[in-house]
């Protein structure tokens, strides 16, 4: 298993990587406080639901997107780029890849992912033949809440994180993905015995990188 300082050089490679193939540094930020985000919210989830490993948590949330800068320049679905990095690695880091974008492990219907995997209909039978034999687990779920709560400047509510993603894609959420989120927001609550929202007043801000030069 992946330690959490492997992750830590692991992303900082992916920065070298990334600046090395024209990465704009003061972009950098984005990526970085997604990410961490997602780590210390997992991790702060673990401790109040108790029955999941907190750093193991935590080391999914941070590498959850192992793929994504790749997936620019291969032009093909990030989890699948995860997936094939760590398969024979660390096969709990591959399965978060895969899993991350599908709430409850469900996928829905290749029209309505096809771009999300480039037009690659074998990509998308791989991820629903995986996700029908893999049924979500707890780490699945949390690391799937999480990914649509932390953005790249903090925590925010799923209807803020929705809006995001329509003025970034120009469409409106679809209704697999809000209703999804909504559904596990509704899971969460009742396990955490508390509203998701009301946590992050108590996890830490100092991880986070500001816009501009803030890369290192
Ligand atoms: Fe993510």
């Given at each position: 298993?992946?330690?959490?300082?492997?992750a830590?050089d692991y992303?900082?490679?992916?920065?070298q990587?990334?600046?090395a193939?024209?990465?704009?540094?003061?972009?950098?930020?984005k990526?970085h406080?997604h990410?961490?985000g997602?780590?210390?919210?997992a991790?702060?989830?673990?401790d109040?639901l108790?029955?999941?490993?907190s750093?193991?948590?935590w080391?999914?949330?941070?590498?959850h997107d192992?793929?994504?800068?790749h997936?620019?320049?291969?032009?093909?679905?990030?989890?699948?780029?995860?997936?094939d990095?760590?398969?024979?690695?660390?096969?709990?880091?591959?399965?978060?890849?895969?899993?991350?974008?599908f709430h409850f492990?469900?996928?829905?219907s290749?029209?309505?992912v096809?771009?999300m995997f480039f037009?690659?209909?074998?990509?998308?039978e791989?991820?629903k033949d995986?996700l029908?034999?893999?049924p979500a687990?707890?780490?699945?779920k949390?690391i799937?809440?999480?990914?649509?709560?932390a953005?790249?400047s903090?925590y925010v509510t799923?209807?803020?994180?929705?809006?995001?993603?329509s003025?970034r894609?120009?469409i409106?959420?679809?209704?697999?993905?809000?209703?999804?989120?909504?559904?596990l927001?509704?899971?969460?609550d009742?396990?955490l015995g508390?509203?998701i929202?009301?946590?992050?007043s108590?996890l830490p801000?100092?991880f986070m990188l500001?816009?501009g030069?803030d890369y290192?």
């Amino acid at each position: 298993m992946f330690s959490k300082s492997d992750a830590h050089d692991y992303i900082n490679d992916l920065l070298q990587f990334d600046l090395a193939h024209g990465r704009e540094p003061g972009t950098w930020y984005k990526y970085h406080n997604h990410v961490y985000g997602v780590g210390y919210l997992a991790q702060k989830m673990a401790d109040v639901l108790g029955n999941v490993n907190s750093e193991k948590v935590w080391i999914l949330g941070v590498m959850h997107d192992a793929g994504k800068i790749h997936e620019r320049l291969e032009r093909r679905f990030h989890g699948l780029i995860g997936y094939d990095f760590f398969k024979d690695r660390d096969f709990d880091i591959a399965r978060i890849s895969l899993t991350h974008s599908f709430h409850f492990n469900h996928i829905p219907s290749y029209d309505k992912v096809e771009r999300m995997f480039f037009g690659k209909k074998e990509d998308y039978e791989f991820v629903k033949d995986f996700l029908e034999q893999h049924p979500a687990n707890e780490y699945d779920k949390i690391i799937q809440m999480c990914d649509s709560l932390a953005n790249c400047s903090g925590y925010v509510t799923l209807e803020q994180r929705g809006e995001e993603f329509s003025q970034r894609y120009g469409i409106p959420v679809p209704d697999y993905m809000a209703c999804g989120a909504n559904q596990l927001k509704d899971y969460f609550d009742k396990r955490l015995g508390c509203d998701i929202y009301s946590l992050y007043s108590e996890l830490p801000a100092n991880f986070m990188l500001k816009s501009g030069g803030d890369y290192k």
